[in-house]
């Protein structure tokens, strides 16, 4: 048995605040069934029903069948209700929901993890929508988007600790753009190899050195990460798997094609996290969405310390 609140609340400047509150509960049940994994969770958000059924088969070694269905409840983002002069009059919804249906293959072996899945997204949303990047008027326009598309997730361990990670997600449209596509890679690869590698070069009479460098191999976990992310979406109404949201794309202000470039190092010792970040490196300017255009360049030095006991 699941039971989860959620409150948020965002003020805007001279305009007041607006509130969102909900309660999640759920009753989880799984078991095993024609030698498969079968779980089921049924429950609510509020009084929308929600749903999570989820059935996975192996059917040879490292390979497994996939079966899943949902239906899942959100919140319109606080800031669609952002003051601006149409939105009181033509933003009306508090919330939606959207129902996620899959089949797929998983594999799993040593250095090579690889999902295929094909799947059918239905939704029925507003969404905001600017004709053009000065233009200070954000209309809502209700639509319904009945997706099919096809993705792979695979992940790679490379030689000296290092990893690649990423998604490839097609869905085929009926008019003039042939296909939609989105999809990201992440390459990160650790340190450690070669603070060890440098131990092993140091003589033995600059000791100090060599212990030093090995101590910084096994105790602290030091990466780099570099991460690109790819939007086609030629002329329709767009989901954002990454984002769990959708969009309208397709005018000269909304980005069709962009890689976007991320960069990230950090070091771990034991629960503390210190990192550096640079999100949209190329500093391009753009936007999914009417009223949410991504930051032009963000620079993030950051710091996470768990406490556990």
């Known amino acids: 048995v699941k039971l989860e609140p959620l409150l948020q609340q965002i003020h805007y400047k001279f305009h007041g605040s607006k509130n969102q509150n909900t ?73 939606s929901s959207y129902s996620l249906h899959a089949a797929g293959l998983n594999y799993n072996s040593t250095n090579i993890s690889n999902r295929f899945q094909i799947s059918y997204i239905y939704s029925d949303f507003q969404y905001p929508f600017q004709t053009s990047a000065t233009d200070s008027i954000i209309n809502y326009e209700a639509a319904e988007m009945p997706k099919l598309y096809f993705s792979d997730n695979f992940h790679f361990s490379l030689p000296w600790k290092g990893k690649l990670a990423g998604r490839v997600m097609v869905t085929p449209q009926h008019s003039d753009d042939f296909f939609q ?104 300017q753009f936007s999914t969405m009417g009223g949410m255009p991504f930051h032009n360049r963000l620079k993030i030095f950051g710091m996470e310390w768990s406490f556990t006991n």
């Open 23 to 95: 309660i999640t509960g759920q009753i989880q049940y799984a078991d095993s069934v024609f030698s498969g994994n079968l779980s089921i969770s049924l429950g609510a958000t509020n009084l929308t029903p929600i749903y999570n059924v989820k059935y996975i088969k192996s059917i040879l070694p490292g390979l497994a069948f996939k079966l899943a269905s949902s239906h899942h409840f959100f919140h319109y983002p606080l800031s669609y209700y952002a003051p601006t002069q149409l939105n009181k009059d033509k933003f009306y919804e508090d919330n």
């Open 181 to 284: 596509m989105q999809g990201f890679v992440d390459y990160r690869q650790h340190l450690s190899p070669i603070f060890h590698t440098t131990a092993d070069l140091i003589p033995n009479w600059l000791g100090f050195f060599k212990y030093y460098f090995n101590q910084l191999a096994n105790n602290m976990t030091s990466y780099i990460s570099i991460n690109s992310y790819y939007i086609d979406g030629g002329k329709n109404l767009f989901w954002y798997q990454e984002f769990q949201n959708m969009g309208k794309i397709g005018t000269n202000y909304f980005t069709n094609k962009r890689l976007n470039i991320n960069f990230k190092v950090g070091f771990k010792v034991k629960t503390l996290h210190l990192f550096y970040a640079i999100y949209n490196v190329e500093g391009r």
